[in-house]
């Protein structure tokens, strides 16, 4: 399972929320969350590392310059920490896309793991958490954390188009070079 939520990370198109949902399903709220939490770090990890290694080169790989220039406010470490921890933090922002950012503004690993295990906790635990509803058969809880964490992800996901958009620079390769 943990090797699963590390692929999903990998790949960060593949959505996250539905393998914590069936963490939650498969091994109860707190197992299942556990064992989401690992794997992420992992795929973090490995995705850091990996970033720190190749550069902005290797996040061309997988992103267009437009969006890597969308995001162009994490070229300031200091703005990074920060502004990193509030979009790992918010409900429906792409946490995933983001992980392929986190090596370019010299954030350290651990700064960078800090980050991802503080603020994703809340939104994998509600949704192992969801996922355990609905294998305890509670589907009325299950579907009030659904209701709730998709208005959450709506609004996270509007915020998070509106700090891209007032935050974006113009930004140049050489400037994410590790």
Do not use: H
């Not at 994998?124 to 969801?130: G, I, K, R």
């Amino acid at each position: 399972f943990i090797g699963m939520v590390v692929l999903q990370v990998l790949v960060a198109f593949i959505p996250g929320e539905a393998i914590e949902l069936a963490a939650g399903y498969a091994f109860g709220g707190m197992e299942g969350t556990v064992l989401s939490m690992v794997g992420i770090v992992i795929g973090s990890c490995i995705i850091y590392l990996a970033v720190r290694k190749f550069g902005v080169k290797m996040v061309e790989v997988f992103f267009s310059k437009k969006s890597i220039s969308e995001v162009g406010f994490l070229k300031n470490p200091k703005k990074a920490k920060v502004l990193a921890f509030l979009l790992m933090l918010i409900p429906g922002t792409p946490k995933d896309f983001l992980s392929y950012f986190a090596g370019l503004p010299r954030l350290t690993l651990s700064q960078w793991l800090k980050i991802v295990v503080i603020a994703r906790l809340p939104s994998v635990l509600t949704s192992t958490l969801t996922g355990a509803a609905a294998g305890e058969e509670q589907y009325g809880l299950a579907v009030l954390m659904l209701i709730v964490t998709a208005l959450l992800s709506a609004a996270g996901i509007l915020y998070y188009r509106r700090i891209c958009k007032e935050e974006n620079e113009a930004i140049k390769p050489d400037d994410l070079a590790a």
